[in-house]
């Protein structure tokens, strides 16, 4: 399973990006899709996920804010993130489950100005 993400750049606080995960490979079922993110200095922290069924989890910091979703069609998840502040600033990483086992995009770069 080979992960895609794109999305990041620079942003005012404020503003807003959405970020992109595309999956691709053999055949395969995925289970969970998700967003992870480290800033300098800081462990890896999961902000949101969405089961295949469309359950969300959100992290107290992302709730109000960002916005998961998926399209299963194309193996792809996507977060929506408004309202961005400089403390999301981090390098966002997206997560695939296939069964149980986890994929890791490359991650993809969030700068928040103040």
């Known amino acids: 399973v080979q992960l895609q993400a794109s999305g990041g750049g620079l942003v005012q606080a404020g503003g807003s990006l959405r970020l992109s995960c595309a999956a691709s490979?053999?055949?395969?079922?995925?289970?969970?899709m998700g967003w992870y993110r480290q800033a300098p200095e800081k462990q890896r922290e999961l902000v949101a996920d969405?089961?295949?069924?469309?359950?969300?989890y959100y992290a107290t910091s992302v709730k109000g804010r960002f916005t998961i979703s998926r399209d299963n069609a194309r193996n792809t998840v996507y977060q929506q993130m408004n309202s961005l502040k400089p403390e999301d600033t981090a390098i966002y990483y997206c997560?695939?489950?296939?069964?149980?086992?986890?994929?890791w995009g490359q991650g993809t770069l969030v700068t928040v100005s103040s």
């Open positions: 997560i695939v489950r296939v069964t149980t086992t986890p994929y």
């Open positions: 490979g053999s055949k395969f079922t995925i289970n969970t």
């Open positions: 969405i089961t295949t069924a469309g359950s969300t």
